[in-house]
């Protein structure tokens, strides 16, 4: 069965340091997304991609957060300057038509 | 504002101990309703989507229902391995993002 991979699973990095994660959504999967679930708390939406610009954004996703589609099956989320709070699971998906999403198993960031 | 409301957060089962977890919701214009599944240190691993009252789908051990305003997953003679938490979302019209719940926390006993 097609599945999202997300690489690394887990990634320490320092406070102030820029950090890119990575993922591969399914191959003809159109729309693309980032969520994060901070230990304890619910899943939230980061961003959606689709035909190569962002589509929607929440209020979390500021000018630290980029996302790019660097070639035909790579998908990432930058995050320039992290701060502790940015530590969570970061959950990529993937979605034919915008609903029905399957997601990656997620990279555990970890800022200290 | 849309949300999303699960109850309850904890549930523990004897194997075989039927069993149903809510999920209510208030949501501007519903586009669908989401039933996932997460394992500890896991992604979300998609179960069922609802698009209507009255809506009914099934899956092995596991039924989801919808109303206006809430919908049930029901689990029926359950097994040690459906222990897992289990995700509600909603996605409104015209938005691109999924709402989720805080979830409900099964966990299934021989």
């Known amino acids: 069965e097609p599945e999202v991979t997300q690489t690394p699973s887990h990634q320490v990095t320092q406070m102030g340091q820029e950090v890119i994660l990575r993922c591969v959504p399914i191959?003809?999967?159109?729309?693309f997304y980032w969520y994060r679930q901070i230990l304890g708390q619910k899943v939230e939406f980061l961003v959606s991609f689709y035909n190569n610009e962002i589509s929607e954004k929440s209020e979390i996703f500021d000018d630290q957060f980029s996302v790019e589609r660097p070639d035909g099956s790579n998908f990432t989320l930058k995050i320039r300057s992290t701060k502790l709070e940015d530590s969570a699971m970061y959950f990529c998906a993937s979605s034919p038509e915008n609903y029905g999403y399957t997601f990656g198993s997620g990279t555990r960031l970890t800022v200290v | 504002e849309d949300q999303v409301t699960q109850s309850p957060e904890a549930l523990r089962l004897q194997e075989g101990e039927s069993s149903s977890l809510n999920c209510s919701y208030t949501v501007s214009g519903l586009r669908g309703l989401f039933w996932y599944r997460q394992d500890p240190g896991k992604g979300p691993e998609f179960l069922f989507t609802?698009?209507?009252a009255g809506e009914e789908k099934e899956k092995e051990r596991l039924k989801a229902t919808l109303t206006k305003k809430e919908s049930f997953l029901h689990i029926t003679a359950p097994k040690p391995e459906d222990s897992a938490t289990y995700l509600c979302?909603?996605?409104?019209?015209?938005?691109?993002?999924?709402?989720f719940g805080t979830g409900t926390r099964l966990q299934v006993f021989p």
């Open positions: 979302a909603v996605q409104a019209r015209n938005t691109d993002k999924l709402i």
């Open positions: 191959s003809n999967h159109l729309y």
């Open positions: 609802l698009y209507s």
